[in-house]
């Protein structure tokens, strides 16, 4: 390692640009180069370059390209570079921090347990013209889906995928136990249900895409549950299921029970319930609610 060196560089982890048509620019990539989306929001979208050979790309962040509106809280006016992240080593980590800050360099810093769920930190600093340079490492300590722990197993905290599939099979044992609710099912259950159900609720409250990408959309869930007539008896069951499924998996973090259960209580009681009379009626292109720990997500 050089000396004065930040940190040895492992990757470009992905390169941001902010543009004037975010659809335009965004159906460029797409149609030419071929990039498949990771995530889209109204003021921005991931796309998938290729794969990091390192321990970011084993927890699931892959390379990537980000197209940002250029109207929206930009910190230049000119310019269409966002900003450039290099992936360094986690034990590295807190040592370019000291550094950055001995240097006076040091913009900002941020973790990411609740929005993209890579399992990963941050700092931010500027080259001398102004460009914003990111170091991101791997954050070992952390688990996507609110950073929290969901479930355990014995005496050793399972989280993330692993920690909602449990909580996933709790519920549907819950469920399909409860002389109301399980009515639902009573024409037959899909034999991968709790690994679907675990995917969307992951997706949803901060995880990976894997429901968009393997199973279904947004519309195809709200579909499923419509037609079916007014259910608020079964809706008030099915919550209570969901409570009790918490228990179930030893999940006593009251801030992340709440948050939960709010979004739960949400989903089953607004989205999921939008079409009671003709699931023919729901539309395609509905967005997939996003939870965070301040609730629903602005734009989903």
Wanted: hydrophobic share 40%.
């Amino acid at each position: 390692m050089i000396d004065g060196m930040l940190a040895p560089v492992l990757h470009i982890a992905e390169i941001g640009l902010r543009v004037s048509d975010l659809p335009k620019m965004a159906a460029f990539y797409q149609e030419h180069l071929g990039l498949e989306i990771v995530l889209a929001e109204p003021n921005y979208i991931f796309f998938r370059v290729g794969e990091l050979p390192s321990p970011l790309g084993a927890v699931g962040h892959p390379q990537m390209l980000v197209l940002f509106d250029r109207e929206v809280a930009l910190d230049v006016a000119l310019g269409t570079l966002d900003h450039l992240a290099f992936e360094i080593a986690s034990e590295r980590y807190a040592a370019a921090r000291e550094r950055l800050q001995a240097r006076g360099m040091l913009v900002r810093e941020r973790a990411w347990p609740d929005s993209l769920a890579w399992r990963a930190r941050s700092r931010f600093f500027r080259d001398p013209e102004g460009d914003t340079i990111e170091l991101i490492a791997h954050d070992p300590g952390a688990q996507w889906g609110f950073g929290r722990t969901v479930g355990r197993a014995g005496d050793r905290p399972t989280g993330g995928a692993d920690g909602v599939l449990r909580l996933a099979h709790a519920w549907h044992e819950r469920v399909m136990a409860d002389e109301v609710v399980s009515h639902a099912f009573e024409h037959g259950v899909h034999p991968q249900h709790t690994e679907r159900l675990a995917a969307y609720w992951g997706e949803a409250w901060g995880g990976p895409p894997t429901y968009s990408q393997q199973y279904g959309t947004e519309s195809d869930v709200v579909r499923l549950h419509s037609g079916n007539g007014p259910h608020e008896e079964m809706d008030r069951r099915s919550i209570g299921c969901f409570e009790r499924a918490m228990d179930d998996v030893g999940l006593d973090d009251s801030r992340l029970r709440r948050t939960l259960l709010d979004d739960f209580t949400w989903a089953t009681t607004t989205t999921l319930a939008a079409y009671p009379t003709d699931a023919d009626a729901v539309p395609e292109g509905l967005r997939m609610p996003r939870w965070s720990w301040d609730g629903l997500r602005r734009g989903s």
